[in-house]
């Protein structure tokens, strides 16, 4: 039985999210493995929330935004990048690969771009296997919610 990976997108409601419906209007082929959460900013997201995803199952995260310069909240995406840093050292401290999280940047016109962004992360994280199988244990979501990320850094 082959690994399907399931993988959260969180993708910013200006450009990524459009991106992403440019691609599903135009019936572009891409697997199914993304659930996606859309955010207004992907300044928006805390490196919380990418935690409690492993915590909660899921093999993968794929951020998109908006390209640097076209931020509808002027460095939102900016900060974002600069919490991707921090936010994969938190990864490694519980035994994450950091490969499993990948941040990109996707327009509202970009539907091909974005298909083949979906498809290239699903066959890398079915490459990495499942995420429990790596760990060898469950996630500690009480960790993740213990853990100090200190924002004002990113």
């Known amino acids: 039985m082959s690994f399907e990976p399931k993988l959260l997108g969180i993708l910013c409601h200006w450009c990524s999210y ?3 419906d440019s691609a599903g209007s135009a019936h572009l ?10 955010v207004m900013c992907t300044g928006r997201i805390d490196p919380s929330f990418v935690l409690m995803a492993f915590a909660r199952g899921y093999d993968g995260v794929l951020i998109c935004g908006c390209h640097p310069g076209d931020c509808h909240y002027i460095n939102g995406n900016c900060k ?7 936010l994969k050292q938190m990864m490694q401290r519980f035994g994450i690969d950091p490969k499993r999280l990948r941040l990109e940047w996707i327009s509202a016109s970009e539907g091909e771009r974005y298909a083949r962004l979906v498809t290239e992360v699903t066959e890398q994280i079915r490459t990495l296997g499942p995420l ?16 100090t990320i200190n924002k004002d850094e990113a």
């Open 29 to 38: 082929p891409y697997p199914p493995n993304l659930h996606v959460v859309r």
């Open 80 to 86: 974002a990048l600069a919490r991707m840093q921090l």
């Open 18 to 20: 459009s991106g992403a």
């Open 132 to 147: 429990v199988n790596q760990t060898q244990q469950k996630i500690d979501e009480s960790a993740i919610a213990n853990a």
